[in-house]
T-cell receptor
Framework: DVKVTQSSRYLVKRTGEKVFLECVQDMDHENMFWYRQDPGLGLRLIYFSYDVKMKEKGDIPEGYSVSREKKERFSLILESASTNQTSMYLC??????????????FGSGTQLSVL | QKEVEQDPGPLSVPEGAIVSLNCTYS??????FMWYRQYSRKGPELLMY????GNKEDGRFTAQVDKSSKYISLFIRDSQPSDSATYLC????FGAGNMLTFGGGTRLMVKP
């Protein structure tokens, strides 16, 4: 069965800290994504990666960076955490194919609180 | 104005009711329309997928797309307490997993 695992379910950090959110998928998918989810705003794309060491900015990349050193692992980095980055962070990978087969598989999310 | 609008709810219905969830959108380039279901403390999972206009049925779920009105709907028949979740619409010009724009989600509660 498809699995996307996010390392932490809940995380509390201080303003200014460097924060790492880790995501691992076991499906050998090439494409991986980081979204943040805020009440009423839905999911917004932060960054995505279509291959190892490749990355593309999404809709809201400011204040974030990513790292993809291995195919199965995609990390989101908050260089200097701020309170407005308090949010639910969701990692996803995309199945190959067309139509509904290229659907996204999501992890369970990391709820990050920045104090 | 957001590209995709979705009533946040919460929507509370009795078990067995027919539920209608809706999204409106402004981008006429959207061709792929999805509904995701998200249970509490879980990530979203794809529930329904429709390409272009028309209806798609899967068990108790029916997805409708009206591109002329820029309006999509998800109907749930004979709703069950296990249907209690947040439902997110998503759409894209490119594909089911490519550059999706999500609605804000509607929280549904089905009471026994």
């Amino acid at each position: 069965d498809v699995k996307v695992t996010q390392s932490s379910r809940y995380l509390v950090k201080r303003t200014g800290e460097k924060v790492f959110l880790e995501c691992v998928q076991d499906m050998d998918h090439e494409n991986m994504f980081w979204y943040r989810q805020d009440p009423g705003l839905g999911l917004r794309l932060i960054y995505f990666s279509y291959d190892v060491k490749m990355k593309e900015k999404g809709d809201i990349p400011e204040g974030y960076s990513v790292s993809r050193e291995k195919k199965e692992r995609f990390s989101l980095i908050l260089e200097s955490a701020s309170t407005n980055q308090t949010s639910m962070y969701l990692c996803a990978s995309r199945a190959p194919g067309t139509g509904p087969n290229e659907k996204l598989f999501f992890g369970s999310g990391t709820q990050l609180s920045v104090l | 104005q957001k590209e995709v609008e979705q009533d946040p709810g919460p929507l509370s219905v009795p078990e067995g009711a027919i539920v209608s969830l809706n999204c409106t959108y402004s981008n006429s380039a959207f061709q792929y329309f999805m509904w995701y279901r998200q249970y509490s403390r879980k990530g979203p999972e794809l529930l329904m997928y429709t390409y272009s206009s028309g209806n798609k049925e899967d068990g108790r779920f029916t997805a409708q797309v009206d591109k002329s009105s820029k309006y999509i709907s998800l109907f749930i028949r004979d709703s069950q307490p296990s249907d209690s979740a947040t439902y997110l619409c998503a759409m894209s010009p490119f594909g089911a997993g490519n550059m999706l724009t999500f609605g804000g989600g509607t929280r549904l509660m089905v009471k026994p």
